[in-house]
């Protein structure tokens, strides 16, 4: 223990109705990549919160490099020499990428100065950066290269990161684990969360694994296969997704030339966009985060209205329609962000289940909620997506991300859409929610529904996906059937060359 860098020794936390953390130990040493895994609300987010100084812990100790270690803030567990790229960027998009920096550092230099460190750091780390371009106009991945180089500019000893490579394509997942290797070849400890096991696998030197609030066992990750991993998470039996045979029926859906501005000032226009989803089937379409995702789902959903013929629900002009009238036809759509956008965080699961469900389950009488039935239909989301809180008075904002994504894509699924649309639907969820959620997307669909899954995992878009397509500044490309695809060619799709790559591809 003595080689421990830090030492988690029975740390606990308990809000009101649930021990987030139960005496929790484990240690982390000098160049180890660590994994914290367990299912969503195991309690690894309020672990990591109080190592890095966000959270005060009932009670325990943590000892870092020998010495007792109680930071009460964040500034505390930077100054010992922590740092945390958190799973949701903290950047201002028309800030350019030094000033960012600037603001998340403690002391930063002048700028022509930093501006030259940022240079020198990113290439040295294989993840270059141009200091004075704006945020806004960066790609996801180029967007968390920010996030990391802001943490390596402060020499960090321990480096926390959570859910890192959500919104990365397959190629520049490998360039940030070359990355974290030589962080860690050079004496970093890395304190890694992921959903993703195969990642964790081929990463990771140990992993503790967490199952409500306790720790359940310890294990190195590459002498387990991934479902093993993933069964001593949940500790079952792990279901894998099946799909009824079903017929695909008529074309529900049909978008025709949808181009649409978007409402972000740094957001992707959609640029000609053409697709026919038919009753009865999953179409997948990948991409990398800011390739017009928001947009499409928004078009979709009649967030933002398009011209009439754009888009036709059972050859019904709806492109110009508002959600709620699209909701009233079935056309219903669940978005990425799960807190502000699919959910209000500070209205109860009964209020939110009624902000979308109002039009569909009948929860209104003369523009009254009928907060009764509104509570039922809560409590029946709960209850078939299993979806872990004291009941649904609780505020939004209390569950985990799991288990709030869990609530909206339920609340979505059980008003019987004709279309549902989806984006990133099992982001930042466990193995065990994540199959839930995709056998809810395939269950909808062999009842007749027809389901676009937009997401950037592509182990989800093979596992559900009918037909696939790419969407890239904006473009979507042609459909494919999904099992004539490798995950190779459908990252080049992914990565957007629409040239000779992607004719090399589709060829």
Known sequence: MNEQLLIVDRLTKAYPGVVANDA???????????????????????????????????????????????????????????????QHFSLFEALNVAENVALGMEDPPPMGQLAARIREVSTRYGLPLDPVRLVGELSAGERQRVEIIRCLLQDPKLLIMD??????????????????????????????????????????????IL??????????????????????????????????????GDVVLDIDGLSLESANPFGTPLKNINLKVRAGEVVGIGGVAGN?????????????????????????????????????????????ERLGHAAAPDMSLTENAAL???????????????????????????????VRTPGPENVARSLSGGNLQKFVIGREVLQRPDVLVVNQ????????????IRQALLDLAAKGAAVICIS?????????????????????????????????EIGLMMGGAHGMEVAHVQA
Request: with cysteine; proline share 6%.
């Open 425 to 436: 639907p099992t982001w930042g969820v466990d193995a065990s929610a994540a199959a839930d």
């Open 456 to 488: 950037q995992d592509l182990d989800e878009l093979m596992e559900i996906s009918d037909r696939f397509a790419a969407l890239n500044e904006g473009r979507l490309s042609e459909t494919r059937p999904a099992r004539e695809l490798s995950i190779e």
């Open 356 to 386: 979308t469900g109002t039009i569909r389950e009948h929860l209104a009488d003369n523009g009254f909620i009928k907060w009764g039935k509104a509570r039922t239909f809560a409590q029946a989301i709960i209850r078939d997506f299993d």
């Open 211 to 248: 199952r409500l609030g306790k720790v359940v066992g310890t294990c190195d990750p590459r002498e387990k296969s991934a479902r093993e991993l993933a069964e001593l998470m949940v500790g079952q039996t792990l279901h894998t997704p099946t799909r009824e045979s079903a017929d695909v």
């Open 24 to 86: 929790v130990s484990f240690g982390v040493a000098p160049g180890e990549v660590h994994a914290l895994l367990g299912e969503n609300g195991a309690g690894k987010s309020t672990l990591v919160k109080m190592i890095y100084g966000l959270v005060r812990p009932d009670s325990g100790t943590m000892t870092w490099k020998g010495a007792p270690y109680e930071p009460g803030s964040p500034h505390d567990a930077r100054k010992t020499g922590i740092a945390m790229v958190f």
């Open 292 to 336: 017009g995702q928001d947009e499409l789902l928004a078009a979709l959903s009649g967030e933002l209205p398009s011209h009439p013929t754009a888009i036709r629900l059972r050859g019904q002009d709806v492109g110009d329609l508002g959600p709620n009238p699209r909701r009233a036809l079935g056309l219903l759509a669940a978005p990425e």
């Open 163 to 208: 859910e890192p490579t959500s919104v990365l394509t397959p190629q520049e997942v490998e360039i940030l684990f070359e990355t974290l290797r030589k962080l860690s070849a050079e004496g970093t400890a890395i304190l890694y969360i992921s959903h993703k096991l195969e990642e964790i696998r081929s990463l990771c030197d140990a992993a503790t």
